[in-house]
């Protein structure tokens, strides 16, 4: 099975190309309520958010998609692409407030939840929030704290809260936590394990930007809008009422099992120890009917899975060590599941 490898500035890496005119903005039409949330909300953040973030629509809408879709985000690339900008431009775009935790070795897990500290004025503990009491949280280089702390995120991704001495503290919606992680300078790191990586809705690369994406930036040095340069489109109240809409998008039957056909696959290849769980598969679901609200659609299509495939399953599966030996890869795997998972001609 030949290996897919991603073009140069690419996110895309398995499944049908993710081009720029995929994220041009939408109006509303007669498939979608022009009352809709989505459809006003999606063209204003895509246009601030691209103010900063250059030659990179594609990346900033699996971002917005991410963020609509109540998940969190994995950006696994190399420095300088634009993962700390991207994550700003964001909060500053819905109004939100943001936090960047620098993960090290000697980073503590109450550095990121908080701590109770007994106040001798008033006899009593105080909570004192921790980092990722935010809307936007940056989790820069994730993979280089220990696994004690990568655990301490698990609650607050999953159930959007924060345990501490008994006591429940929830965290502000919407929440969005996005980590990065560099896949090439490893010394020092701690792999994250499968329960972590199951709990990202995506993994992305944003990837360099092309030619003439680059000339612009140089060009505009000295005088381009960064993140504290943008103005709010819309606020973090209007983004959470946004979230609770996405189920009304139509999922039909037949599309519903291809997805199962997918997640069930992946869990009898041969190349594969661990396949796509459950939640994958209600991640591959809810991501897709995103997807489909941005595009303008009330409904998926067959091509709205296909597409995000490869950013919400690759980093859920785990290949045995044969398939390694032999240099196969989860791309590999989901190119032959793609290529024979068959879709109803009804989808």
Known sequence: MPAIRPERGDVASVGAPYSDAMAQPVEPGPELDPDDRASRIFPALMANVEQ???????????????LLAEGHL??????????????????????GTWRRIQFTPDLLPSDVTGVSIWNRATGTFEFRPGGVFAHVVLADEINRASPKTQSALLEAMEERQVSIDGITHPLPPPFLVIATQNPIELEGTYPLPEAQLDRFLMRIRIGYPDREAE????E??????????LEPVTSAREIAAATGTFDAVHVA?????????LADGSRHHPDLELGVSPRGALALQRASRVLAATLGRDYITADDVKRLVPYVLAHRLILTPDARLRGVTADDVLAHLLGSVPVSPDA
Not at 74 to 95: H, N, Q, Y
Not at 215 to 218: F, G, N, V
Not at 220 to 229: F, I, K, Y
């Open 52 to 66: 900063v973030i250059r030659g990179k629509r594609g990346a900033i809408h699996l971002a917005l998609v991410c």
């Open 74 to 95: 994995l950006v696994e690339d190399v420095p300088g692409v634009g993962k700390t900008s991207l994550a700003k431009a964001i909060a500053r775009s819905i109004g």
């Open 215 to 218: 000339l612009s930036i140089l």
């Open 220 to 229: 505009s040095q000295g005088h381009s809008v960064t993140a504290e340069d």
């Open 253 to 261: 039957p037949s599309l519903a099992a291809y997805i199962v056909g």
